[in-house]
């Protein structure tokens, strides 16, 4: 028999504890060796629960009690997540997590600490909730040289976007409705902002490309400023509007350089994540070999997040005393300047505009949508980010601009 501990007793942490219980024969059978939870520490407790019997309140109990080998860590947020983490894999118990900022903040240091004391440091959970990806880029695809990858990564961003493309709403009427769901925090700024799916492109990336991605580094813009005016232009353009976190990697005079960004932008129905809507998140990956693929599910939730955590728990049993490779080294990735790479766009701008854009732009051909008489949209050739730029600011300004993501297959 193994004992695990489970760090937070929320939303993920009470899933692991259900999936645990509700698939116990398969699980152990996967694992060949029955798991048993012996403690859950969190601050509260949870009277009438079967699972308060097992709950502590101090880590120390944990961190000092040889039968524990196998940790899960579904705390969230840096502190104390990475001080109890660390502590338990000095200890040489195995630590599994869906915390995708600690992960982006501290991975290379706890994989390297796990594997100087002959344990694990899983994370599937941590970019994708329920989707397998981590272990794909990890093992599965290391035949291919993977040089992109995009991605929806956040759920709530998408439930709003899906919500205001197919109900014509305004983003702070779904905001309110995805937080009375569930779907988004009393303070989603993580998520709308861009910042969570900008930790799990980091992740993703320095996996991908056996560098460390600085998510601090990665330029991220969220999807506040995305109005309704935006979608009917969408439509019209029989596109949709998502945010994308991508990163591709370029190697010039043979140094590797990777742009990344997490940003909305026009798809078309050509790309299979147009299809991907509401709380769902799909991720495609291309490879020299294997060209592009696609991995696609519940991005988030209790149960789906839970069951990737278990996942990591079974190979931790697994291979007790054995570690796991992981292809991240902690060398830094070199992150280019968006500056420089080139898109085409989608404006609007005032009608007014129109011969200043044509003089700055070249010929373009204009979008209209019949309840907004006194603006166009146009799609620019491709350009870079700098001189876009650069043009908008001498037409003085537009009303808005998304960029385009080319057809992925």
């Known amino acids: 028999m193994t004992k695990i ?213 990665i330029y991220t813009e969220g999807i506040t400023k995305i109005t309704p005016e935006d979608i009917e232009y969408a439509k019209a353009l029989d596109m949709q509007i998502k945010l994308l976190a991508t990163s591709r990697k370029v190697v010039v005079d043979g140094v590797k350089h990777c742009y990344a960004l997490v940003a909305p932008f026009l798809i078309s129905q050509n790309t299979p994540l147009y299809s991907v809507n509401g709380v769902y998140n799909a991720i495609l990956v291309h490879g020299n070999m294997l060209g592009y693929a696609m991995f696609y599910g519940a991005g988030a939730g209790s149960l789906p997040t839970a069951s990737a955590v278990v996942s990591d728990v079974v190979d931790e049993v697994r291979h007790l005393g054995r570690t796991l490779v992981f292809n991240w080294n902690p060398a830094m990735l070199d992150l280019a300047s968006i500056e420089d790479d080139k898109r085409r766009f989608f404006v609007r701008i005032k009608e007014s505009q129109l011969d200043k854009a044509r003089e700055l732009f070249g010929e373009i051909g204009t979008i209209s949508v019949g309840s907004l008489p006194d603006e166009v949209g146009f799609i620019t050739d491709e350009i870079s980010e700098k001189d876009f730029n650069a043009n908008v600011e001498k037409l003085g300004g537009v009303i808005s601009r998304i960029r385009i993501k080319e057809d992925a297959v």
């Open 5 to 217: 501990a489970v760090l937070g007793y929320g939303t993920v942490g009470s899933g692991v504890v259900e999936v645990l219980t509700q698939n116990a024969k398969l699980i152990n059978n996967k694992a060949k060796e029955e798991i048993e939870v012996k403690y859950v520490l969190d601050l509260r407790d949870f009277p009438g629960d079967p699972i308060q019997e097992k709950i502590v309140h101090d880590f120390d109990v944990i961190l000092k009690d040889p039968e524990v080998r196998v940790v899960v860590e579904v705390m969230g947020g840096l502190h104390p997540a990475y001080e109890f983490t660390k502590a338990a894999l000095e200890e040489g118990k195995s630590v599994c997590t869906s915390n995708k900022e600690l992960v982006a903040e501290h991975g290379p240091e706890l994989i390297s600490i796990a594997h100087a004391n002959n344990v694990n440091y899983l994370f599937e959970a941590s970019c994708g909730g329920g989707i397998p990806i981590i272990r794909p880029l990890n093992s599965s695809l290391t035949a291919d040289d993977v040089d992109e990858i995009t991605g929806i990564l956040n759920g709530t961003t998408n439930y709003i976007l899906t919500e205001m493309t197919q109900k014509g709403l305004k983003y702070e009427d779904v905001l309110k409705d995805a937080q009375e769901k569930g779907y988004a925090e009393r303070n989603p700024e993580a998520d709308v902002e861009g910042h969570d799916a900008c930790r799990k492109l980091a992740i993703l990336s320095s996996l991908a490309y056996a560098r460390t991605a600085d998510y601090k580094g």
